[in-house]
């Protein structure tokens, strides 16, 4: 596969082109326990990594809706489009609003499509993903947003968690929040432009061509993409949450407990631990 042979040659021109700049007798452990008083230059591992994350900072397999739309497999990409737009719509994320009819003082946000190939880790694609998102970088603070930070899990939480969960052998199950962030409900009115789609591409709520250019989507739920998406999601999901028995940490905000479970957050996924695996199913239920 091309993109596993480049990532392989990342590696190797890296590992041709180090050059220690001390001699050491066992290089081997020198590399995994430095004298850094001795070490002149920064630990290969260190530059091995940057190396390896500038490859993956430039993936081919991630790119924009005009990128896609070029693409020898673009068809996958545009059945991926209909399918995210349908859920959308099945969902009830936002309803139909006339152009005239919004605020002055709010300007319609594009759509953006964020696409990717997903891969196995064998390099073969899985699957074709196309996510619908908030032009973000065009709203304006105070009007269409307020507070944005949302707190993420320490590592240190989730080093000592996993560390007792493998110590006293405790169940863990991973949750993945499906269509995550639009479960929450937008804290302000929010209107965004219909996306960008191909000639022939039929919009199902927008049948009509002309439609695009007289109405708007005014969102009812919360969408990847809008500056303040990320803690909309966690204080409604914190506030499921309690709701349902679990008590926030007072040192870190992503950790929860109830009864015999921990649950771990991050994001728009959770790890559910317990010595109990009945308790986590049920919760999971």
């Not at 920064?42 to 591992?45: G, I, K, Q």
């Not at 065009?138 to 603070?141: A, D, F, L, N, T």
């Given at each position: 596969d091309e993109t596993?042979?480049?990532a392989l040659s990342c590696v190797v021109s890296f590992l041709h082109s180090f050059s220690p700049s001390i001699e050491h007798p066992n290089i081997e452990v020198y590399l995994?326990?430095?004298d850094i008083e001795l070490y002149s230059e920064?630990?290969?591992?260190a530059l091995l990594v940057e190396h390896v994350q500038a490859f993956i900072g430039s993936d081919p397999d991630t790119m924009h809706f005009e990128d896609a739309m070029r693409q020898p497999d673009r068809a996958q990409f545009i059945e991926a489009m209909k399918k995210e737009l349908q859920d959308h719509i099945d969902r009830k994320h936002w309803k139909i609003v006339p152009l005239k009819t919004i605020p002055k003082n709010k300007m319609p946000l594009p759509m953006v499509w964020s696409m990717k190939r997903k891969r196995d880790p064998l390099g073969f694609i899985i699957k074709y993903k196309a996510r619908l998102c908030a032009g973000g970088h065009?709203?304006?603070?105070f009007v269409d947003y307020w507070t944005t930070y949302s707190p993420v899990v320490s590592w240190g939480t989730v080093r000592l968690v996993l560390i007792l969960a493998l110590i006293n052998e405790w169940h863990m199950r991973s949750v993945d929040f499906v269509l995550a962030f639009p479960q929450a409900p937008v804290k302000t009115d929010i209107y965004m432009k219909p996306p960008k789609v191909p000639p022939d591409f039929l919009i199902p709520d927008l049948p009509e061509y002309s439609d695009r250019f007289h109405f708007v989507y005014k969102l009812i739920k919360n969408l990847y993409g809008l500056k303040d998406a990320g803690k909309t999601w966690y204080d409604f999901l914190r506030k499921g949450l309690i709701k349902r028995g679990?008590?926030?940490?007072?040192v870190d905000e992503c950790l929860f407990t109830k009864n015999n479970i921990i649950l771990v957050l991050y994001v728009d996924n959770a790890v559910l631990i317990s010595p109990n695996q009945l308790l986590i199913n049920h919760e999971i239920r």
């Open positions: 596993q042979h480049s995994l326990q430095p920064r630990h290969p591992f065009k709203s304006i603070e679990w008590q926030p940490s007072i």
